[in-house]
């Protein structure tokens, strides 16, 4: 079934907020499927924490229907499930009292890779990382994973970094951010990096313009109040969305290592130009009174919080000059779909004349859905009337040119689990490469509260308010169409 998957060493995992959603939905399902993939080693441990009394059969069970919830189809049978669910544990721990931690210190074994995941809120990180160490259980190589959120703005995410630091070195924190852990995402390193083909025009003298897209089609549902507290700004472009500019618009590093690769991506937050007002275009779905609009959702008639958001960024540097990176994200789009498209320029002489429109080289990286990438190439098209152009694409959709592998192809967060266990952080934020993200972010959204901005409102189901598309058009660009899935099924 599964090849080349070499396993991880032997390790106990602590998640703390084992019965949380982040635990059912994604982690508890995510390590299964790594078993099933044969990547967990026999005396792999598990341990959930949280303050409610279970059993570690209670806890079994708790994992068994998150499994069968949330792993995918055919992901093993019975008979696996119960060697996975063998493998799991249970101590109940108030982060912020004393019951519990000397029990599940007892659980934890001396030379073995020890890893905590901390899916609580960031207000516990504090208590949980003081425990830690006053009960023992820190030793200088534990690692330490935390989740988005990673602060509120930049004097909250160097407090948290503040806390996290006094307990444990930089090289011992992962800051989860699960588009990092896509497979298209590392695979743009490799086609940037690994190919002779694309580095020598990646640059502002072949690159017309980038475009970076992430729509959803759902909106913030029942996590309304809490969503209308941050919004689309904090919540995917300080991280997400930036997180992708940084691989797109890095220099090469000099080796494909943690340091290295983080360093790059530092040099472009920083080189980030301040964004002008009349750049960007913020959003809210539906109108103010509609039912199904944002502000009904969010619980609040008044809000001015954001759904969408898009942008024209401006990378201040050689490679960069003159190029605008576009963003746009949002809710109740009319469609999901995660692309970062590469625009070249046309080329500078057309020796058909008239009669051939010039057409544009496109890379299209797509994170989903169908993770794969495509190049449009100009071509003639077929038959006879002359020398007429028209664009087709090179397509490679993972699922099918890898179909042999798929099924040992880890989603996001069990790649970044695994990179935890073997210790690479490669994959996750560093500390300054946060702060920065906010140093840039904060001026913009305290721009919008200075001036009362109201988000523009956007039908349900449409590519966001007429404003965004103005944003292109104004620069004589036009951006691509959500609703287009250039993938084949
Ligand atoms: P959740 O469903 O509210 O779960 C919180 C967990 O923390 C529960 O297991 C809870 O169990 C435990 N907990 C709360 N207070 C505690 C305490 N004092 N001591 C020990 N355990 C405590 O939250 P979640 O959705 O899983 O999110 C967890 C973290 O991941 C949050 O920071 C969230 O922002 C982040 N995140 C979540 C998602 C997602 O899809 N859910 C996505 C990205 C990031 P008890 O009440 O039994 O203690």
Redesign the pocket.
């Known amino acids: 079934m599964v090849s080349r998957v070499i396993p991880v060493e032997p390790f106990d995992l602590v998640i ?11 982690i508890l399902p995510g390590l299964y499927r790594r078993f099933w993939a044969g990547q967990l080693p026999e005396e792999a441990r598990i341990i959930g ?4 009394p279970m059993s570690d059969e209670e806890f079994r069970a708790f994992a068994r229907e998150a499994i069968d919830a949330f792993a995918i189809e055919g992901a093993g049978d019975a008979e696996m499930v119960a060697a996975f669910l063998d493998k799991l544990g249970y101590v109940a ?5 004393d019951g519990g931690w000397p029990e599940l210190g007892a659980r934890l074994r001396d030379g073995t890779v020890r890893a905590f995941y ?5 207000s ?1 990180f504090g ?2 990382a003081e425990r830690l160490h006053k009960y023992e259980m820190a030793t200088p190589d534990c690692r330490v994973v935390v ?3 990673f602060g509120h703005d930049l004097e909250t995410a160097q407090e948290l970094n503040g806390t996290l630091a006094k307990f444990f070195a930089e090289k011992q924190i992962y800051r989860i951010d ?1 588009y990092l852990g896509k497979e298209t995402v590392q695979n743009l390193m490799a086609v940037r990096f690994g190919n002779i083909l694309f580095e020598p025009i990646w640059n502002a003298q072949y690159v017309d313009h980038i475009q970076i897209t992430v729509a959803e089609t759902v909106g913030v549902g029942g996590r309304g109040a809490y969503y209308d507290k941050s919004g689309a700004m904090r919540d995917m472009v300080q991280n997400h969305l930036m997180q992708l500019l940084c691989l797109i618009a890095m220099e090469p590093p000099n080796m494909f290592e943690p340091d290295a690769v983080r360093d790059e991506k530092l040099k472009v937050i920083r080189a980030l130009q301040p964004v002008e007002p009349h750049h960007i275009v913020r959003g809210q779905y539906g109108q103010p009174e509609q039912e199904d609009g944002y502000r009904a959702e969010a619980g609040d008639p008044r809000s001015k919080t954001e759904s969408f958001v898009a942008m024209r960024v401006a990378v201040q540097n050689w490679r960069w000059a003159g190029t605008p990176f576009y963003l746009r994200t949002g809710k109740k789009l009319r469609a999901r779909e995660s692309e970062i498209a590469v625009v070249f320029k046309p080329t500078p002489h057309s020796i058909f004349g008239d009669q051939a429109e010039p057409q544009r080289n496109v890379l299209t990286i797509r994170l989903q859905p169908n993770e794969g990438m495509e190049l449009d190439v100009t071509i003639k098209e077929p038959g006879p009337g002359g020398m007429r152009l028209i664009d087709v694409p090179l397509d490679m959709s993972f699922a099918e040119a890898l179909a042999e592998e798929s099924a040992s192809v880890p989603e996001a967060y069990e790649r970044l689990i695994m990179d935890v266990i073997r210790g690479n952080q490669t994959l996750f934020m560093r500390g300054d490469e946060v702060e920065a993200a906010w140093a840039w972010t904060d001026p913009i959204i305290d721009g919008w509260q200075d001036r009362g901005d109201v988000p523009k409102p956007y039908d349900i189901g449409s590519n966001g308010p007429d404003d965004a598309l103005a944003l292109l058009h104004r620069d004589g660009r036009k951006w691509r169409d959500i609703k287009e899935h250039r993938t084949k099924k």
Do not use: C
């Open positions: 703390f907020g084992g019965t949380g959603d982040l635990a059912r939905r994604k924490a949280s303050r409610k721990v108030d982060a912020k009292g901390f899916s609580v809120g960031p516990l208590d949980l989740e988005k959120p699960h």
